[in-house]
């Protein structure tokens, strides 16, 4: 985990000129964000959008909104940007914000999903076609079992206290929670194939900041770059 005073200093100029160097576009993700930054915001704007939600951001996003950008190039497709729409209200764009609850990131993220035994079982009873001689039979049975899935992993309740920031593509989506214990730490979701929110670690199994996960992004996509260029 990065304890410097200023881990930002300097990045957004290091990530604009990674996008000019060859082999640049190769980096995953890259096609989509292009190395692009989008400006970052001044103290008032930032004042204002978390007057509109009524919480502080944890420290690491805040900063990086300040000196490096409001959304733009990063782990996987981006971070996504936060702009301020016709109406003067913020909000976040991107694939999967639509999931979170910008007025319920006041209350603690809910570190404790559903019972493991529970998703288990329910896992293990999910309906098969060719159990059924019936399509329509099959459809009514799954859907059931389906809804009752949803109950479990898609509640609004789940992602209380977090802002859904990046994905990778194929539904998996990746978080950073606001409030409560884990505050400024970075979850991972693969609620589409039927797995519970976890906590982005690293190699060591150290749970990751905002931070800690945006520049390790940054070494990669750096060391990729050295060797395609």
Do not use: I, K
């Not at 939600?53 to 190039?73: D, I």
Request: proline residues 6%; aromatic residues 10%; negative net charge.
């Amino acid at each position: 985990m990065d304890t410097s005073t200023d881990v930002w200093a300097g990045v957004r100029e290091q990530v604009l000129e990674l996008g000019r160097a060859p082999g640049a576009g190769e980096v995953f993700g890259a096609r989509h964000h292009g190395f692009e930054l989008l400006d970052p915001l001044t103290h008032g704007e930032l004042a204002e959008l978390e007057g509109q939600l009524g919480t502080r951001l944890p420290a690491g996003y805040r900063e990086f909104l300040l000196r490096v950008g409001a959304g733009g190039a990063g782990p996987a497709y981006g971070v996504f940007p936060v702009v301020r729409g016709v109406d003067g209200r913020w909000r976040w764009y991107g694939d999967g914000v639509d999931l979170a609850a910008p007025a319920r990131l006041s209350e603690p993220f809910p570190v404790t999903g559903p019972d493991p035994e529970s998703l288990a079982a329910l896992r293990a009873r999910e309906p098969l076609e060719e159990d059924f001689e019936d399509v329509e039979e099959f459809d009514r049975v799954y859907e059931a079992w389906d809804a009752r899935m949803g109950d479990l992993l898609w509640a609004e309740d789940r992602t209380a206290g977090a802002l859904c920031l990046c994905h990778l593509g194929c539904a998996l989506r990746q978080w950073l929670v606001v409030s409560g214990p884990e505050a400024g730490r970075m979850w991972n979701d693969a609620r589409v194939d039927d797995e519970d929110l976890r906590p982005l670690t690293g190699e060591d199994g150290t749970p990751l900041t905002f931070v800690d996960w945006y520049l390790e992004w940054l070494r990669e996509a750096s060391r990729a770059v050295a060797v395609r260029s």
